[in-house]
Nanobody, 115 residues
């Protein structure tokens, strides 16, 4: 069983920055893909980006150059550094890990970008 606990998020003005963190417990390996999804009101959940060992992080086109995913393999933690935030980044952000074909999700954390 895998448990994901997110922290961070909140309200920020356009152009600002936020950092999300996700702590994972359970049977996770460095080769498992860990990452972030988001879901805006009235929209489908979409991939923000993910990371696994021996590979570069991948990102959605909409966040490339602004968001950075990093992972601490010793602590089973993944972080999402979000810079130059835009109003369209407003969403609930979910941590995700795919462990041997099974997706596990965090509880979600709200990110609101507004002046």
């Amino acid at each position: 069983q895998v448990e994901l606990v997110e922290s961070g998020g909140g309200l920020v003005q356009p152009g600002g920055s936020l950092r999300l963190s996700c702590a994972a417990s359970g049977r996770i390996f460095s080769t498992n893909l860990m990452g972030w999804y988001r879901q805006a009101p009235g929209k489908q959940r979409e991939l923000v980006g993910g990371i696994r060992s021996l590979s570069r992080p991948n990102y959605a086109d909409s966040v490339k150059g602004r968001f950075t995913i990093s992972r601490d393999y010793t602590k089973n933690m993944v972080t999402l550094q979000m810079n130059s935030l835009k109003s369209e980044d407003t969403a609930v952000y979910y941590c995700n890990v795919n462990s041997f074909g099974t997706d596990y999700w965090g509880q979600g954390t709200q990110v609101t970008v507004s002046s």
